[in-house]
């Protein structure tokens, strides 16, 4: 019983035509593009960053290896996991392009046989 | 007049502006919780970052790195880190499934009234819990900043209370967000400035910089040290530091995800592709930020030092002192400034999250079971109960003090986010055979894990030597059961344990047919809330 009238609007279907959508195979694909790219993403970044943590814990004395000048390993690995967030974030921008192609299908399709 | 306190003047002038020009806006709940939808990307991005870069990172990290050197690093790396579980996992689906809290997203398929009951327990836990951890710093530190115009601890943490709550009662979160949005550009300005001096005081040599950090010296224990502050260890030391350092990483990279005031800021952007562009927006200003957080920490330490600054205040006056050092007062007021604007914001930001899933959750949903009464009701709710929040804030912040011990309250924070926020919104979109009461019980099961092993953690649990007085003393007077001060490493586990367990001795066939509902959902974006009037 909201007095918005934009929050009116929102859709609404029946289990029925829920499940039909999750079934469908545009749907199928969207999953499995989305999965592709997430699940390697997400592994790699948590290996990633709980690498520093391990090695400046259990291994301080070759963490300390001088690299360039003063500056030594555990500082550019710390400075490196910057870069790497940055560079995940950049290419799940770049593939959630594909994600956004594919959930539009299924909206509109959604939403035709709605006649909304 | 004191410079500081012009400045700080200033501040409040500009933001008391935006509040009344927010308040004009045309009202609603959409527009009360979250700024009618219609915040752009790169706004959201400034939003989340200011609401994330609180004064424990500027001032915190800055002193830890001054102190400790390379280790208080690894808080920067953790707290940036963990936005890739935002934006892989949590941003997009939250803000295609749900309203206004995260509670909308576990509603969906689960029994709404217990699910909303627990989860608005935890968001309050939290909220509450990380706000007395910052107005307790504020009154320290304005004390500290202001100290020459004798404004009292009292006065200050008042102060700063009624503020947050004017920010709120009135502006709500199209105010909150602009008020975010202008502190963290200060920040940032402020931090880049600092930075710049402090390498210029180099000659911009990278190599001499970090010649000076490897040979810093100061006192200790009456002996004169030297140390290298690129080397890790001086903070994290065996045989419990790795473990903790770990669980502190568990609790960043899993907590940030599950921190209520940054997740309500995906619900003020039109749409999830908005959203998760306002997210690397974020990532890049956050990033920028932590990175330089390295110049204010070892600047401190090579160019001020850790002798002067133990005796001007400690260690989270060492951005300020850095300042003043380099450029004079007038730096020293405008960084103190900054330092007072970040507290604002974030209490102000932490005020709105608590009080919307106060109103939306648990008045509107679980008391009143999802009607609204009167119009304009969820509102009125949200205003009154951000003006107890504020209330017991300042009373609590009050009552503990300018010198209680209260950085294990961040942690809580995280600590609950992680293990109690995180394993029920992971589990809810991507769990088919999840229910009602594994969310209940993982709820409870990491609330309950991470409240209990903090309090027997060393944070709360030492023996301190008779000269340790007043509110400095540890709570309980014994040797620490759980040895982390970190508890992430065992709660985290502990709640997705307790949801799993929940959920496999109830059986609830609706949650499984809903499954498919939220699915397609929180993937699409089909049926999304849409922008409204602001």
Redesign the interface.
């Known amino acids: 019983m909201n007095a918005l009238p934009q929050e009116m609007q929102r859709y609404e279907a029946s289990q029925t035509e829920w499940d039909r959508v999750a079934a469908s195979k545009e749907f199928k694909d969207l999953m499995a593009t989305k999965k592709i790219f997430i699940v390697p993403a997400f592994v790699f970044f948590i290996v990633y960053y709980f690498a520093l943590p391990i090695l400046v814990g259990y291994a301080p004395a070759f963490m300390s290896t001088k690299v360039i000048g003063n500056v030594n390993l555990a500082y550019l690995f710390a400075l490196s996991q910057f870069f790497m967030a940055w560079t995940i974030a950049w290419l799940y921008v770049k593939a959630a392009g594909d994600f956004d192609k594919l959930a539009k299908d299924i909206i509109e399709k959604a939403e035709n046989r709605k006649g909304a | 007049m004191s410079t500081p306190l012009v400045m700080f003047v200033g501040f409040i002038a500009i933001t008391l502006g935006i509040t009344y020009w927010a308040s004009k806006r045309s009202s ?3 527009a009360f919780f979250a700024a009618g939808r219609r915040i752009t990307a790169w706004q959201n991005g400034i939003a989340v970052a200011g609401d994330y870069m609180s004064a424990a990172s500027f001032l915190g990290i800055a002193g830890i790195i001054a102190f400790q050197g ?1 280790d208080g ?2 808080f920067s ?2 707290w ?2 963990a ?3 935002v ?3 949590i941003a997009e689906p939250l803000r295609n499934a749900g309203k206004y809290t995260m509670a909308d997203v576990l509603a969906y398929r689960l029994r709404p009234r217990p699910v909303r009951a627990m989860a608005s327990l935890s968001t309050l836990t939290v909220s509450t819990f990380y706000m007395i951890a910052q107005m307790v710093g504020a009154g320290a530190l304005v004390t500290l900043l202001l100290k020459d115009s004798g404004i009292s601890y009292q006065t200050a943490v008042i102060g700063v209370g009624v503020l947050m709550i004017v920010y709120v009662v009135f502006g709500g979160m199209l105010a909150t967000t602009w008020v975010q949005i202008i502190k963290a550009i200060l920040l940032i300005a402020g931090t880049v400035l600092l930075s710049i001096l402090v390498l210029a005081h180099f000659h911009f040599s ?2 001499a910089f ?2 000076a ?2 040979h810093v010296t100061y006192h200790d224990k009456g002996q004169v040290v030297v140390k ?1 502050f ?4 001086l903070r ?1 030391k065996p045989p419990y ?3 903790d ?2 669980s ?2 568990m609790a960043l ?1 899993l907590g940030t995800a599950g921190l209520p005031h940054i997740l309500v800021r995906f619900y003020t952007v039109p749409d999830a ?1 908005t959203a ?2 306002s ?2 927006w974020a ?2 200003l956050i ?1 920028s930020f ?2 330089m957080t390295t110049f204010l920490g070892f600047g401190a330490a090579t160019i001020v030092g850790r002798d002067f600054i133990s005796t001007h205040g400690g260690t989270n006056m060492s951005a300020p002192l850095l300042a003043q050092s380099l450029a004079g007062d007038v730096f020293f007021a405008f960084i103190s400034a900054i330092a007072f604007a970040t507290i604002l914001a974030v209490v102000a930001g932490l005020t709105i999250s608590a009080s919307t899933s106060f109103a939306h959750d648990f008045w509107t949903n679980v008391i009143h079971k999802g ?2 009464r009167k ?2 009701e969820e509102v009125m709710v949200a205003r009154i109960s951000a003006f107890v929040v504020g209330a017991i804030a300042i009373f609590i912040a009050i009552l503990l003090g300018p010198t209680a011990n209260v950085a294990f309250l961040v942690a809580l924070a995280f600590a609950v986010a992680a293990s109690a926020n995180l394993p029920v919104i992971v589990l809810s979109i991507f769990w088919r055979r999840f229910n009602t009461a594994g969310a209940v019980t993982g709820l409870a099961t990491g609330l309950v894990a991470s409240i209990g092993l903090i309090l027997v953690s060393p944070s709360l649990m030492a023996v301190d030597p008779p000269t340790v007085v007043g509110a400095a003393r540890h709570l309980i007077q014994a040797k620490a059961w759980f040895p982390l001060e970190n508890p992430g490493i065992l709660s985290i586990p502990l709640g997705f344990l307790g949801a799993f367990v929940g959920t496999m001795l109830s059986h609830e066939p609706t949650s499984q ?2 499954f ?2 939220l ?2 959902r929180s ?5 999304a ?5 602001a």
Do not use: C, W
């Open positions: 609603g709940s959409s390379y690093f690894l790396v953790g940036l880190v936005y890739l579980t934006l892989l996992v990278f190599a970090f010649d950090v490897g290298d690129l080397q890790p260890g994290y530091g790795p473990l350092l770990i502190l990483g990279i592709k998760r562009h997210v690397v990532m890049v990033g932590y990175i009607v609204e119009a304009g047919h809903k498919n509902e699915l397609v993937n699409t974006g089909l049926g809330e849409r922008a409204g009037a």
